[in-house]
Every structure is written in structure tokens, then in C-alpha cells.
Nanobody
Framework: QVQLVESGGGLVQPGGSLRLSCAVS????????MGWWRQAPGKQRELVAA???????DYADAVKGRFTISRDNAKSAVYLQMNSLKPEDTAVYYC??????????WGQGTQVTVSS
């Protein structure tokens, strides 16, 4: 099994910044991708950013230039730096790990609210 624990969410004003962290533990072999997804009320869960095992990055168009994903292999962690936050970024953010053959694992989610 794989355990994912997110932290760093909260309330921030428009234009502000937050940094999300995800600590990964357990059977972490064969990880091929780590990423962040989000789900706003009444909407489907969507990919925000992901980093593949080879280092390639993928960002949703809505966050390009504002969000940065990074990983720390030594700490088995993945981070999401979010700058210039907008009200439409308000959502529950989920950490995701994909393992070859075994599939996807999810964290419990952390709320990000962007409001004045």
C-alpha cells in the first residue's frame, strides 16, 4: 500500500501564494508519476500538474506560469507552489501517485480557498 498525506492548504487572498506538500510512504516502488489534482464544487476532478518519473512536467492550461510542481526523491515528497492565486483556483486539492501495474493512489485532499 501507499500512503499520501497532504498539507499546506488554507485561505488566501487573490494574488497570494500557497505551497502544498505531499508526503508519500509505504510501498513506493514502481512510481511512474506524481501529481496534483483538484475538484471544485459541482465539477469533475481535474489534473493540475504532474511530474513523470523521467522528469517531464505537465500542467493544466489554467495554471501554467503560476503553479510549479516539484518532487524530492530523497524525501519521497511532491510539492505544488501556487502563485498569483485566483478565486477560480478554489477547490480541494488531491495528491496522486501512479504506480506501474498497481494504478493510482490518492491523498485525503486539502482545501484551498482563494477569497478576499
Amino acid at each position: 500500500q501507499v500512503q499520501l498525506v497532504e498539507s499546506g492548504g488554507g485561505l488566501v487572498q487573490p494574488g497570494g501564494s500557497l505551497r502544498l506538500s505531499c508526503a508519500v510512504s509505504g510501498n513506493i516502488g514502481s512510481i511512474i508519476r506524481m501529481g496534483w489534482w483538484r475538484q471544485a464544487p459541482g465539477k469533475q476532478r481535474e489534473l493540475v500538474a504532474a511530474v513523470a518519473s523521467g522528469g517531464s512536467l505537465d500542467y493544466a492550461d489554467a495554471v501554467k506560469g503560476r503553479f510549479t510542481i516539484s518532487r524530492d526523491n530523497a524525501k519521497s515528497a511532491v510539492y505544488l507552489q501556487m502563485n498569483s492565486l485566483k478565486p477560480e483556483d478554489t477547490a480541494v486539492y488531491y495528491c496522486n501517485v501512479r504506480r506501474l501495474i498497481y494504478g493510482d493512489y490518492w491523498g485525503q485532499g486539502t482545501q484551498v480557498t482563494v477569497s478576499s
